[in-house]
């Protein structure tokens, strides 16, 4: 089967996937199989995350558990059920398919062997969220308003731009220090992309807020979660903050890597299920990051605030620079 095929393909199956697709033992059955090598599945498996991402985004928990929970050969039912679940499988079914346009933005992404810069790639991730049917607005919305991660997001007032001014200012060994230097070490934008030119300002309260908080605590994480800035463990701590928030963005990112390897590399997407999985479990299962006050610790070493609030960090059977190391040995 040639690419375009291929892709045609990848398309039906994200717009056929339903609620019978959906239902626990048929999709861990379709991940054993996926990581057991066998093609077809891992492009199914791959397209399921791609209809929670760009379709109903309310369906991410029941499906990435059951994902998580057969790719690492876990018990069923081993992470915290929500009350909600039998409804988010039953929303899956929900029409509001992408249209030609967003498919071709997708493809052009996904198949692009250089995607740009880590600001670049996250603006055309980014872009394909107003590609989306008119549809998916209101049910991000509705994740938003009542993920419990989320905590109470409509109601929270926006937090003001971080300063470099403030971070420099805290002691070496801090977590506010750390922070800095991490900004400052790699040319990192302090809140990723300026949330006033991204119009973060024109969205309901609990996407602008949630939004808004994710842009300026994304490398702040990295160090509490103990997450690399390294490409596997920047779709690590996508299906982290997915886990944590019901984050729209993050499910858009872990939905193009699985798509790239599923359709380009069974090597890579073996690579990509296994951190997504992990670091999905990861985000289930520690404590909510939203409700945390960061500005509040930054005077604090990050193990001081890890042991505060019982945060334990990411591990992975996999080393974090695998990727760069498989690039610098082709």
């Not at 057969?70 to 909600?84: F, V």
């Not at 463990?233 to 890597?257: C, K």
């Not at 609030?309 to 620079?321: C, K, L, N």
Request: net charge negative.
């Amino acid at each position: 089967m040639d690419m375009t095929a291929r892709q045609r393909e990848f398309e039906r199956l994200v717009a056929g996937f339903d609620a019978a697709g959906a239902a626990g033992e048929r999709l861990a059955e379709t991940a054993r199989l996926a990581k057991s090598g066998d093609e077809g599945a891992a492009t199914r498996l791959a397209a399921a995350i791609a209809r929670i991402a760009f379709v109903t985004p309310g369906a991410a928990t029941p499906v990435l558990d059951a994902i998580a929970e057969a790719w690492l050969e876990h018990a069923p039912g081993s992470l915290p059920r929500t009350p909600a679940t039998e409804e988010a499988i039953a929303e899956i079914s929900a029409p509001g398919f992408p249209d030609p346009d967003f498919w071709a933005a997708f493809w052009a992404f996904v198949g692009d062997p250089n995607p740009g810069s880590g600001e670049e790639v996250t603006a055309r991730i980014a872009s394909l969220g107003g590609l989306l049917h008119e549809s998916f607005r209101a049910r991000a919305l509705k994740v938003a308003e009542t993920h419990p991660g989320a905590a109470g997001a409509a109601s929270r007032e926006l937090p003001p731009p971080l300063t470099l001014d403030i971070l420099g200012a805290q002691p070496e060994g801090s977590l506010g220090h750390d922070f800095y230097r991490l900004i400052l070490d790699n040319g990192f934008n302090l809140e990723v992309l300026d949330r006033e030119a991204i119009g973060l300002a024109t969205l309901p309260p609990a996407l602008r807020y949630l939004n808004t908080r994710i842009l300026q605590m994304h490398d702040v994480w990295h160090l509490m979660a103990g997450y690399r800035t390294t490409v596997l463990q920047e779709i690590g701590i996508s299906a982290f903050q997915l886990a944590q928030f019901g984050h729209n963005y993050s499910a858009m990112v872990v939905a193009t890597a699985a798509a790239s390897a599923a359709l380009n590399s069974r090597e890579a997407f073996s690579l990509i299920m296994q951190v997504t999985a992990e670091a999905w479990v990861h985000g289930r299962t520690a404590p909510c990051f939203m409700a945390i006050e960061w500005e509040k610790e930054w005077h604090l070493p990050i193990a001081e605030i890890r042991a505060r609030h019982g945060i334990r960090p990411f591990e992975s059977i996999f080393p974090a620079d695998l990727i760069e190391q498989l690039r610098v040995a082709a």
